[in-house]
Every structure is written in structure tokens, then in C-alpha cells.
């Protein structure tokens, strides 16, 4: 080979090794420009999201949005926001004030032990009731203003009871009794009563609701939300010192057994209350 092709082969050889180093520089180039571009659309993305989450985070709740909202009042109420659910003959000589929550297990054993004798005594004109609702185990403070985190159940069982009493007394007594049924009633640690369609299943199990598309639809739209929270309300900043369930008060006076605690079989009831009526 001659000096001059050496040279020239040399030369060619420069020039292919100067094009690949362009082309390999280039190829990096974009490669970088693509990932600043990927970082910088992630960034977005995530500052997206984050934002998102921040204003989700910040959301009132359902329930925190009804505090201000005009309260709807079932039928067969009276008082402030239709707060005050008394129950019974006109004749009858006093009233029994049954403090509970939806979701209270207490409450269940009271119900399925002493229920049945209470709708008795009302029936038979023995006295009225009048049922003050709390939702306090779905961790709510409301006299604070305050909704709790650790469920909706009362809230939404309560509300169910305010269609049921729109529909009548005696539906929304047979509803309260197959609320806190064997059958029906969940674990405290169990939220069940938030779902509707639960709720609208236990209804099915009351002649009077059975099928009621106008109690179904309140259930559903959440007619008496308002309501619920309204009555929970009046629980906490009743008068009566009353602050678990069940509590029973009549003449402002709570009814206790002889060791202090509520009445949970029929005899220490009807003790209770035969002693306050005579009183």
C-alpha cells in the first residue's frame, strides 16, 4: 500500500470516528432531553395529585356539609327541627324519655329483652315515650360542631328512623325494634347501618316499610340527614345529664337499679318505672 492511500485510509478512518462520536453525543442529547421532559411532567403530575388529594383532604364530609342545611322534619314531630318524637296516648299520666344510639350494643340487648314490654306499657296507656337519638359512636361531637371519623351508621340509622316516623309512629317503632333485632343489629365495630341499601333491607322486614318506595326514596336521598343530625344534636346538650345508652329519664329524674345502672331485665324495668310513676 502506498503512502498516500495509508494516509487517506487514515483520514477516512478520522472522519468515520469524528460522525460517530457526533451521532453518539447527539443520541445523549436527547436522551437527556427526554428525561428532563419525563421529571418535569412527573413533577407535574405529582403536584397534580397532590394537589387534588389536598383539596379532597380538605372536602367537608357529607355530614359536615349538612350541619348548616335547613333540617327537613319527619311527620308526627314538634318542636325545634321536629327534635321532639313523643309517642303514645294523650291520657297517659307521664312520659319516659328513652335516650339511645342506632349502633349501641347496650341499646340492642335492651331492645330485644325489654322492648316488647315498653310498646306494651305505651299501647296500654301506661305512659308515653319520647326518643332522644344520639350518634355519638360514630365518634360525633355535635354541640362542639364536631363530626367524628369513626363511622356514619348512627347517622344514617337515624335518618332511616326519621322516614320511618314520617310514615307513622307505629312504623317507626317497629323499625327501631328491628334495627336493634338479633337478626339486624351489627358489632359496634361494624358501620353496616351507613349503607342504604342495608337499612332499606331491615325495613323489608316491616309490614309498613315493606316495599315503600316513599320511605325507600328518603332513605336513598337522604331526606332527613338534616334531621338526624339535628336530633343527635339534642342529645348532646340535653338537660337530663345523660351522656351513655340506653338512659331513661322521667320527671327529670333518671331510672336506675338499685346498683346505679340502667334497667336491663323486664322485672328491674317495671320496677323503675313504677317507682317514678308513683313519685
Known amino acids: ?39 418535569v ?48 296516648k294523650d291520657s297517659a299520666p307521664k312520659t ?12 340492642a340487648s335492651f331492645e330485644q329483652t325489654v322492648g316488647s314490654t315498653v310498646e306494651k306499657d305505651v299501647e296500654a296507656g301506661k305512659y308515653k315515650i319520647q326518643f332522644v337519638g344520639g350518634t355519638f359512636l360514630d365518634g360525633d361531637s355535635l354541640d362542639k360542631g364536631e ?9 344514617s340509622a337515624m335518618s332511616a328512623l326519621g322516614a320511618a316516623l314520617n310514615v307513622s309512629p307505629e312504623a317507626f317503632l317497629d323499625y327501631k325494634t328491628a334495627l336493634y333485632s338479633a337478626k339486624w343489629h351489627p358489632q359496634e365495630s361494624e358501620d353496616k347501618f351507613k349503607g342504604d341499601g342495608y337499612l332499606i333491607d331491615i325495613a323489608d322486614s316491616v309490614p309498613a316499610l315493606k316495599g315503600n318506595a316513599k320511605f325507600q326514596n328518603a ?8 334531621w338526624a343530625l339535628a336530633m343527635s344534636k339534642t342529645f348532646d346538650t340535653n338537660k337530663d345529664g345523660v351522656s351513655g345508652t340506653p338512659s331513661f329519664v322521667m320527671d327529670g329524674k333518671m331510672l336506675t337499679t338499685s346498683g346505679g345502672n340502667p334497667p336491663m331485665t323486664v322485672a328491674d324495668f317495671n320496677t323503675a318505672v313504677d317507682g317514678a310513676l308513683k313519685g
Not at 56 to 77: C, G, I, R, Y
Open 1 to 39: 500500500m502506498s503512502k498516500r492511500n495509508s494516509q487517506s485510509s487514515k483520514s477516512a478512518a478520522r472522519e468515520r470516528l469524528r460522525q460517530e462520536r457526533e451521532r453518539e453525543a447527539k443520541r445523549a442529547r436527547t436522551k437527556r432531553q427526554i428525561t428532563v421532559a419525563a421529571t
Open 147 to 155: 363530626i367524628g371519623s369513626n363511622g356514619e351508621g348512627s347517622k
Open 219 to 226: 332513605v336513598k336521598n337522604g331526606t332527613y340527614d338534616a
Open 96 to 107: 319516659l324519655k328513652v335516650y339511645e344510639d342506632p349502633r349501641c350494643p347496650v341499646c
Open 41 to 88: 411532567v412527573g413533577v407535574l403530575a405529582a403536584a397534580g395529585g397532590i394537589g387534588y388529594a389536598v383539596v379532597q383532604a380538605n372536602k367537608p364530609s357529607h355530614w359536615e356539609a349538612l350541619k348548616d342545611d335547613k333540617v327537613v322534619a319527619p311527620a308526627n314531630t314538634t318542636g325545634t327541627d321536629g327534635t321532639t318524637v313523643v309517642i303514645g
